[in-house]
């Protein structure tokens, strides 16, 4: 891969790679690209994270993302918590987590922001870094304001559109609406559907600081 292609980009990617059927080979593929492409972060399973930091020490400034509730969100906070305690002591720097969804669309919002907090100190005592899945395409343009406004207040720094595994991925307007609503420490995840570097542009036009893709390697190459 020529440098050209990277040098707008590479800082923007999540390099991700969540699907349950891949292989150990797959991901440490995922590893070796992120460290030729020297992007930001890899994305991938918990039980990874150990052959990732293997792997990743050539370069250290690379992150090592993996996922807390994932796909749906509606474990315990207590599983939760364990699940984000294992990946920190495996070498994970940052947690992507699910909100707890069935809670969100109750209205029990304090439960959620309590949740988010309780893992947003488990990292910060790390020094790693908090996103926060909220599963957008369920959500209206009110939704996205609360969920947003909730987000910020406990401290995290980022909300993350999507899982990739729900009805939709991000959207231009999703974004947007996050940006509008968010304060300022609080940074933007698109994820989900970004396929082309077309989409990712619109990403972040929209306001997006991350982009979680698993083409981002393709598209690049492809457009150096």
Request: hydrophobic share 40%; with cysteine.
């Amino acid at each position: 891969m020529t440098k050209s292609g990277l040098d707008k980009y590479h800082h923007y990617i999540d390099h991700t790679l969540l699907k349950p059927t891949s292989k150990i080979q797959d991901f440490e593929r995922l590893c070796e690209q992120a460290l030729e492409a020297n992007f930001k972060a890899v994305c991938l399973p918990s039980c990874h994270v150990k052959m990732a930091k293997n792997i990743l020490h050539k370069n250290k400034k690379i992150e090592i993302c993996t996922v807390v509730g994932f796909p749906l969100g509606y474990e315990t906070t207590e599983a939760k918590t364990r699940q984000t305690e294992i990946a920190l002591n495996d070498g994970a720097t940052e947690i992507d987590m699910v909100i707890n969804q069935s809670w969100f669309h109750s209205g029990n919002f304090s439960e959620v922001q309590k949740e988010i907090q309780e893992l947003n100190h488990m990292t910060s005592v790390a020094r790693a870094c908090l996103k926060v899945i909220v599963e957008s395409c369920y959500m209206n343009a009110k939704d996205i304001e609360i969920v947003t406004k909730l987000v910020g207040d406990t401290g995290a720094q980022f909300i993350k559109t999507s899982t990739g595994f729900g009805s939709g991925g991000a959207t231009v307007e999703a974004v947007q609406l996050m940006k509008k609503f968010a304060p300022p420490h609080l940074f933007i995840k698109a994820s989900g559907g970004i396929k082309t570097l077309l989409d990712l542009e619109k990403m972040i036009e929209a306001g997006a600081n991350r982009i979680g893709t698993s083409s981002a390697y393709e598209f690049l190459r492809d457009n150096s």
